[in-house]
């Protein structure tokens, strides 16, 4: 069974960094591809950034350079690393997975909150 844990968010003030971690179990973790999402108070989950299982990532428009996703095979982790944080990413953090050949995530954490305010 997939079991996805995030852990490392928190309150923080604007412009500040955190690095947000998920660790999978149950999977073969190198085959699938991660990538992290998020949901607002009101709003639909969208996208944050993903990193496949060759290491190619994306990331959502309003990153604007200010998140790297990474991925560390050896001990099943994905990590966001979240910088010049603004009060609009105030949102849940999830961690998503991809299974190897499917087309969709489909397995996701319990997600942390991230707060971003003076």
């Known amino acids: 069974q997939v079991q996805l844990v995030e852990s490392g968010g928190g309150l923080v003030q604007p412009g500040g960094s955190l690095r947000l971690s998920c660790a999978a179990s149950g999977i073969i973790f190198r085959l699938a591809a991660m990538g992290w999402f998020r949901q607002a108070p009101g709003k639909q989950r969208e996208l944050v950034a993903t990193?496949?299982?060759?290491?190619?990532?994306t990331y959502g428009d309003f990153v604007k350079g200010r998140f790297t996703i990474s991925r560390d095979n050896a001990k099943s982790t994905v990590s966001l690393e979240m910088n010049s944080l603004k009060p609009e990413d105030t949102a849940v953090y999830y961690c998503?997975?991809?299974?190897?050949?499917?087309?969709?995530?489909?397995?996701w954490g319990q997600g942390t909150q991230v707060t971003v305010s003076s």
């Open positions: 998503g997975m991809k299974p190897y050949g499917k087309d969709v995530f489909n397995s």
């Open positions: 990193v496949t299982r060759g290491g190619t990532t």
